[in-house]
Structures are given as C-alpha cells and as structure tokens.
C-alpha cells in the first residue's frame, strides 16, 4: 500500500485535508517539520497554509526547516513530492520547482472552485488524468501569480493551466501548476486535497492521489 | 556591531499591484505627480560582520528571482 508523509509546519492549515484524501487511496501519516526521518513513506505532500506565518516571503522560512533537508534529499533521489499552494510556494523557495509565486495582481485573497486543465498526464502525479482533462477544484490563495522568467519558459514543464481563459491571479501563461524536468516533484495552486468528494462539489482532485497509488504499483 | 539596512524591492519589469494601489491612492489624496511607486521591505540588522551581508541576502532575505536588494550601512547600533 502506498504510504503519504504530509508535512505539518507551524501555521500550516491544510495538512489534515491532505491526509483525508490520502487516505481515500492509500495510508498516510503526518511528518512534523523538525523531523529529519520521513519514516520510509512512498510519497511526500507539502500541504497548504501559511508556513511560519509566511513571514518574510510566503515559504521562505519553511524551505529551510529540517523536513525540507530530507525532503530535498528525497525528492533529488526521484522520490515523489506534490507540493500544494503554500506547499508550492516552499518548494519554489527551495529551489526544487523552477519559478516563484508573487501577489495577486488583483491584490486580493481569492477563493473559487475552478476549472483546472491538464496539460501534462505524463507526470507521476497526473498519470490518472487523461490529457487536455479539466478538473474541477478550488483555489484559495493571495499570492498564486506565478512567475518564471521569460527564458526560462520554452522548457518549462508545465502540468496544470487555468482553464476557460479563467485566470484568476495574473499567472504567466495561465499557469496553476508545473513539475521539475523530471516530474516526480509537481506543485500547484489549486487544492486537490479539498476536491475528493461529490458532496462538496467534486472529487476530481483524487486523480492526483490515484496517480501517486499508480505509479508506487507500477514500481 | 555595525547597523546595516537591506532593502528589498521587485525587480524591474515585475508587476507590483502593491506599489500600483499606492501610486492610484496618492492622488485621490490631492499628491499629483507621483510615479513609478514599489512597495518592498526594509530589513535591519546588527551584524559583526557586514562582508557577510550579500550573502544572508542571497540565501534568504531576498529571492533574487523577483526582487533585487541594497545593502546600506548604517549609523550605530540599536542600543
């Protein structure tokens, strides 16, 4: 059975979400952030939130807690990492994503299910989805504008786009989420985690999940 | 001891809807002529050594992806 580690940092608000879902597919435990060991789990989730109250930059301070060292390690051996608005957010400050999230353009903190497309099923965190797939599932977020510099986006391993020219907060080519040039490590500004069940709108957001499940089978 | 101060701002050619909001308040205040406005931070420090600046800049006062920071030495140290 596959097994989740989810990171819980001080301030960090989505970790319990993350685990649910989780555990809709497989197992899953929390992973304090001064832990060093991440206790043999398949597959780490940087859950959303506001990391060490987000101070100084939004992840700043939580790429350099111990977890990170060992979730750095863990991801550069090709271990499967899914970072998630906030989680995003640390894993572009820890330089393991390309990128970095800056304010909305619009200057406000928005919450909204959206439409979400795939644009690569090719990753280990997508492998469920079918290409060119919308999902519905929300953001809640007031710095989600990502950036990359403009030489930097022919090889840009894009994952997720905004669908329905629905760009909420400014992203460079509608951008929601990428990968690394590898594709174990993805992060995205939507909340998957908050989209496993029809009563609540959708469960799109267990593909990616079930994607994580798929891959740990196929290995 | 020497009191240093680091300024952080946004790189040029990143949009800065902080610095925008506060350009369009200005004028509705009766202040006209005002431009090119960007909000950043301003991070003190008493340090031994301000060689090590740049560096502690580098790492993690600034994320030289999108901002670009000053160091300016000041007067005195914060009793």
Not at chain 1, 30 to 38: A, E, G, M, N, S
Not at chain 2, 8 to 16: A, N, S, T
Not at chain 2, 41 to 57: G, H, I, K, N, T
């Amino acid at each position: 059975m596959t097994t989740f580690g989810v990171i819980r940092f001080p301030g960090s608000c989505d970790e319990v979400d993350a685990l649910q879902a989780a555990r809709r597919v497989g197992d899953a435990k929390l992973l304090w952030h001064k832990d060093r060991d991440l206790g043999g789990v398949d597959a780490v989730v940087v859950p959303g939130g506001f990391s060490y109250g987000d101070y100084l930059r939004v992840g700043a301070i939580a790429r350099f807690s111990p977890v990170m060292e060992s979730v750095t390690e863990f991801a550069r051996s090709g271990g499967l990492v899914l970072g998630i608005c906030n989680g995003f957010q640390v894993l572009c400050e820890a330089g393991l994503l390309p990128g970095a999230l800056l304010p909305n353009l619009g200057r406000r903190f928005i919450c909204r299910q959206l439409g979400i497309e795939v644009v690569s099923d090719r990753t280990p965190w997508t492998s469920a989805c079918e290409p060119d797939e919308v999902l519905s599932i929300p953001i809640k977020h007031t710095s989600g504008r990502y950036y990359v510099p403009e030489e930097q986006l022919a090889d840009l391993n894009v994952v997720f786009r905004y669908a329905h020219d629905g760009n909420p907060n400014g992203s460079t080519n509608d951008i929601a989420g990428v990968a690394n040039a590898e594709g174990n490590v993805v992060g995205l500004m939507p909340h998957p985690e908050h989209a496993v069940d029809a009563l609540t709108g959708s469960a799109d957001g267990l593909k990616l999940f079930e994607s994580a499940v798929r891959e740990r089978v196929a290995v | 001891m020497t009191r240093v101060r680091v300024l952080v701002r946004p790189k040029e050619g990143i949009l800065d809807p902080q610095g925008q909001a506060v350009e369009q308040a200005l004028p509705a205040l009766g202040f006209d002529g005002v431009s090119n406005v960007h909000v950043g931070r301003l991070v003190e420090l008493d340090v031994d050594d301000p060689s090590q600046v740049p560096a502690m800049c580098e790492k993690l006062l600034a994320n030289t992806l999108i901002e670009e920071f000053e160091v300016v030495e000041a007067e005195g140290a914060r009793a």
